[in-house]
């Protein structure tokens, strides 16, 4: 499936359901969010790789091709943790 349509899935587990309540969120929305929650979930997220199965897995594994995509397009990608994009001279 390409991450554009994978990005729409319903974030469906953890703490991101659980706060967001009734409001349906992507895993595209979370990952571009700007909150600095949303950031430092997105990096736990890419911390559990070596543990991650189900839910978080799927959730993981988007976040990784997302990242790819970015980098192979020309956009640089964030700077860890504090969301502004790397520039190179």
């Known amino acids: ?3 554009s349509r994978l990005g729409r899935s319903v974030v469906q587990f953890g703490k991101v359901m659980a706060k967001k309540g009734n409001v349906e969120v992507s895993y595209q929305e979370v990952n571009e969010s700007g909150s600095q929650e949303d950031i430092r979930y997105v990096r736990w997220v890419k911390g559990q790789a070596e543990s991650a199965s189900g839910h978080l897995l799927d959730f993981e594994q988007y976040i990784i091709v997302r990242d790819a ?6 956009q640089m990608p964030v700077i860890p943790g504090i969301n502004v994009t790397r520039r190179l001279k």
Do not use: W
């Open 1 to 3: 499936m390409a991450a």
């Open 69 to 74: 995509q970015q980098s192979s397009s020309g």
